[in-house]
């Protein structure tokens, strides 16, 4: 079965600064990737997806992610982080015929500082 | 668009009482999906639904958990007798099931609390 590690539970950054959130997965062939954000009190959102072709994702928010299968990660960056971007950060994995379904990491928590 | 409808948003009630929460998925996707969200256990997905058919319902607690979709545009999941561990958001997610199109819509969530 399919799985998702985000290794960060926590991470507090400069606005202005540069971010990057890990995300490591596991599974057989090549998965489906997801970044998804969730505001306080808000349903999810995506942010960005990775099924196949170029390895660099961009999305939504000045977001991008890039998919390294040599080392089974999807990091997520933002060159300049926005105190709007305080949230918490989901990466989710998928694979071909799972009837959409996709299996959620534990989540990475972002505050933005001044 | 419409995106997915949950109600309530908020539900108080008391230890023993029956809940449910409702959601109507965006209108044109075929698979539907029930989440639960703590502090403790993060998201968890509870039960899964395939053009009104529940593929999988591994998720599910308890058999106090149950879940319905009667037809494509409204599902249900019912809690009876519902207890204080049960207090969560209670999340519904809808997708369409094309080639590769596995993007989650999600609603905005029911906050549940079980006094």
Known sequence: ?114 | DAGVIQSPRHEVTEMGQEVTLRCKPISGHNSLFWYRQTMMRGLELLIYFNNNVPIDDSGMPEDRFSAKMPNASFSTLKIQPSEPRDSAVYFCASSLAEQQYYEQYFGPGTRLTVT
């Open chain 1, 1 to 114: 079965a399919q799985s998702v590690t985000q290794p960060d539970i926590h991470i507090t950054v400069s606005e202005g600064a540069s971010l990057e959130l890990r995300c490591n997965y596991s599974y057989g062939a090549t998965p489906y990737l997801f970044w998804y954000v969730q505001s306080p009190g808000q349903g999810l959102q995506l942010l960005l997806k990775y099924f196949s072709g170029d390895t660099l994702v961009q999305g939504i928010k000045g977001f991008e992610a890039e998919f390294k299968r040599s080392q089974s990660s999807f990091n997520l960056r933002k060159p300049s982080v926005h105190w709007s971007d305080a949230a918490e950060y989901f990466c989710a994995v998928g694979y071909s015929g799972g009837y959409q379904k996709v299996t959620f990491g534990t989540g990475t928590k972002l505050q933005v500082i001044p």
